[in-house]
C-alpha cells in the first residue's frame, strides 16, 4: 500500500516530484544503499540527481556535456538546460550489487519544453535504447515521463545516457531519478535467469510483463524443478494458474472511478495496467485517458448493444472473435457507435472477406494487435501485391526500431504470412 500511495501521490501533484528528487529518498525506500525491509530479503532503492538549487544534488553521480543551469525566478529553482542539439549530453551512473536480483526497476525524469521548437531525447541504459523521439508535453510546467529499465540494468555500474538530438531545440530538466525494487540472492530467492525467461514467454505469448505474483509462482516453478522450461511455457500459454491483477491494476481501476467516475471495464484494466507495468504510460497519461472517457461515456452494456446491432443488420449473433474485437474498440475510445453500424454494414455487403484492404487502410495500420481487424488475416490474402509490398515495409521497419514488444511481435507475424503468400 505505501508503493500505492507514492504512485498516486506522483500522479496528482506531478509538480511535487521535483520536491521529492530535491531532497532524497522517502521514508519506505532504502536510499542508494541496499537495506532489506525488515523481515524480507528486498530492497527499495531511491537514486536521483537533482538540479533545482543550481547544482548537483543526490545519490548518483553524473557528467555532462553541452549543458548549463538556468534560473526561473517565478518558481525560485533552477534546471538544466539542454540547448545544444546533437551535443548535449548527461551520463548519470550508479552501481547494483551483483548480491541481488532486480525485480522492478523504473528511470523518471522532469522535463519541460523550452522556447518555440520541440527538443527531442534519447535516451539509453548501458549502451540499450530505451526511448527515441522524446519529446515533453508541456511548455509551462515540468511533467513527469517515465520508462522501465529492469531489463537492461546490469550487476556492477549501470550508464544512463540522455542526449539532445540532432532535430529540434532545446529541453529542459529538473532531475532525473531511478526506483528500483532488488531480491537478495538466496536459496529462498528466485534467480535472474528465471526471471528473463518467464519474462520472455510473457511477452511473446500475451504481449504484456507478468504480474509479480506471476512471475514469482512461474520462476520458482523453474528453480525448484518443479517443472521443466517447456512445461512453465506451457502453462503460460494457457495461463493456468491465478488472477492476472497487481498493483497496477488496482491503480487503473482507482484512477477511473476518480476519473472517469465509473469502473474500468476488464479489457480497460488489462490494457492499462499492462502499459504502466511496461513503462510506456505514466500516471498522468492515464489521468488524462481517463478524463477523456468520462467525456465520451459508454451507456448499457456494450456487449447486448453490439449484439442488437448484429442481429438488426446481420440477422445474427456476433461471433466471440467478433464481439471480443468491437468490444475492444468501443470501449477503448477508438471506434464510435456510428463507426460501428458502418463497420456492420459493410458485412452485409460481403466487404469482410472478399475485398482486401485498401490504399487507406494500409496507410493508417499502426500493428496494434488490440484494434486489429477480425477479418485482417483474410482480407490480406484478398490484397493487391503493391500494397502488401507497402505494408511489408512498414512491418520490417516495426520489426526492428519498434520499442514495444506486441507491436513488434505483429509485425514479424504479418512478415510470416507474406512470405508464405510470396510477397518480397
Not at 18 to 38: M, N, R
Not at 178 to 198: A, H, L, M, P, Y
Not at 229 to 235: E, K, N, T, Y
Not at 244 to 269: C, P
Request: some cysteine; charged content about 25%; hydrophobic content about 30%.
Amino acid at each position: 500500500m505505501k508503493l500505492l500511495s507514492l504512485l498516486l501521490f506522483i500522479g496528482l501533484v506531478s509538480t511535487n516530484f521535483a520536491k521529492s528528487i530535491s531532497y532524497g529518498a522517502k521514508v519506505h525506500h532504502s536510499g542508494s544503499t541496499y537495506s532489506p525491509v525488515p523481515g524480507q530479503n528486498i530492497a527499495k532503492r531511491y537514486l536521483y540527481c537533482a538540479f533545482q538549487k543550481g547544482y548537483l544534488e543526490g545519490n548518483m553521480n553524473m557528467n555532462s556535456v553541452g549543458i548549463r543551469y538556468a534560473y526561473e525566478p517565478q518558481g525560485n529553482y533552477n534546471y538544466v538546460l539542454l540547448e545544444q542539439p546533437g551535443f548535449s549530453k548527461l551520463d548519470i551512473y550508479f552501481k547494483k550489487s551483483r548480491k541481488y536480483s532486480v525485480r522492478s526497476a523504473r528511470l523518471s525524469i522532469l522535463e519541460r519544453l523550452v522556447g518555440h521548437q520541440s527538443g527531442k531525447l534519447e535516451i539509453y541504459v548501458n549502451g540499450r535504447n530505451v526511448i527515441s523521439n522524446h519529446s515533453p508535453t508541456d511548455r509551462w510546467r515540468f511533467t513527469e515521463s517515465g520508462w522501465s529499465i529492469a531489463e537492461h540494468v546490469v550487476d556492477g555500474m549501470n550508464h544512463i545516457e540522455i542526449s539532445l538530438q540532432r532535430h529540434g531545440s532545446s529541453l529542459a530538466l529538473l532531475g532525473v531519478k531511478v526506483e528500483t525494487v532488488e531480491v537478495k540472492n538466496s536459496g529462498s530467492t528466485i534467480s535472474q535467469r528465471s526471471i528473463d525467461f518467464v519474462n520472455r514467454v510473457f511477452r511473446t505469448y500475451h504481449q504484456r510483463y507478468p504480474t509479480s505474483k506471476e512471475l514469482n509462482y512461474y520462476a520458482r516453478l523453474l528453480d525448484t524443478k518443479q517443472k521443466t522450461a517447456s512445461q512453465v511455457r506451457s502453462m503460460i500459454q494457457t495461463l493456468q494458474n491465478e488472477d492476472t491483477s497487481d498493483e497496477y491494476t488496482e491503480l487503473v481501476e482507482q484512477y477511473f472511478i476518480r476519473y472517469a467516475g465509473r469502473h474500468a471495464s476488464e479489457q480497460e484494466k488489462l490494457v492499462y495496467s499492462d502499459r504502466l507495468r511496461r513503462g510506456v504510460m505514466t500516471l498522468p497519461q492515464l489521468r488524462t485517458e481517463c478524463e477523456r472517457l468520462k467525456l465520451s461515456p459508454i451507456t448499457g452494456n456494450v456487449n447486448s448493444r453490439i449484439t442488437r446491432i448484429f442481429q438488426e443488420i446481420l440477422r445474427r449473433n456476433p461471433s466471440s472473435q467478433e464481439l471480443t474485437y468491437y468490444r475492444n474498440k468501443i470501449e477503448l475510445g477508438t471506434m464510435s457507435w456510428d463507426r460501428l453500424r458502418s463497420e456492420i454494414t459493410m458485412l452485409k455487403q460481403g466487404v469482410d472477406y472478399k475485398v482486401g484492404l485498401t490504399n487507406s487502410e494500409v496507410s493508417s495500420f499502426d500493428f496494434n494487435p488490440y484494434t486489429l481487424p477480425t477479418n485482417f488475416w483474410q482480407r490480406l490474402k484478398n490484397t493487391t501485391p503493391d500494397l502488401l509490398r507497402q505494408l511489408r515495409r512498414k512491418a520490417q521497419y516495426i520489426s526492428v526500431y519498434e520499442a514495444r514488444v506486441e507491436r513488434k511481435n505483429l509485425a514479424l507475424s504479418v512478415i510470416s504470412e507474406l512470405d508464405r503468400l510470396k510477397i518480397k
